[in-house]
């Protein structure tokens, strides 16, 4: 599989002719860091976690908005990161699945997804979990039908949906009563 950049790349015109492309600095606090990052203006919040930082939890699925695989918390709401131009997130707060635990304790959710086995090839896990985090800070899911479908932008292959479903209505009450975060 190539890279956005390597595509882009391969396209540039080489010798007398060509004119580089400039990067643009962005500032974010990522994982409760401040970060000053150099982004290509077509690089997706995806590629610059997965290719540049090395943040790989969030999974490349489709890259097209439609499996979930790389859901991020951006300004604490869950987002596509493969739908999202990275120069979009310039002064922006965003959380991946690195950044949920706190030291070697784990966030409620992730605790809730391993009590529920609520993973069978892990593929989805980070997404998912970074939804249902998502999910708890928008408020509006009360009952297993509500997370059903509020959920339901998260694919699993595997079929895990009632273990799922199961772990985010566990610990959906500790997730409101942090605000969602750790």
Not at 69 to 88: D, P
Not at 101 to 127: E, N, R, S, V, W
């Amino acid at each position: 599989m190539h890279t956005n950049r390597e595509v882009f790349m391969s396209a540039i015109p080489t010798g007398a002719a060509a004119k580089p492309f400039v990067g643009h600095s962005i500032n974010l606090v990522l994982n409760g860091q401040a970060r000053q990052l150099e982004v290509l203006p077509w690089t997706t919040l995806l590629d610059l976690l997965r290719e540049q930082l090395d943040l790989t939890g969030s999974k490349k699925g489709c890259d097209h908005g439609q499996c979930g695989a790389c859901t991020v918390l951006l300004n604490g709401k869950r987002i596509n990161a493969c739908l999202t131009l990275a120069v979009m997130c310039d002064g922006a707060e965003l959380t991946t699945v690195e950044g949920l635990a706190t030291g070697d304790k784990l966030h409620p959710m992730q605790q809730a997804f391993i009590k529920h086995d609520a993973f069978q090839c892990g593929y989805c896990t980070p997404g998912q979990i970074c939804s249902a985090i998502g999910l708890a800070r928008e408020g509006r899911a009360h009952d297993a039908a509500q997370i059903q479908e509020l959920m339901s932008g998260n694919l699993c292959r595997c079929g895990a949906y009632n273990n799922i479903r199961d772990a985010v209505q566990e610990a959906l009450p500790a997730c409101r009563a942090s605000g969602g975060e750790r």
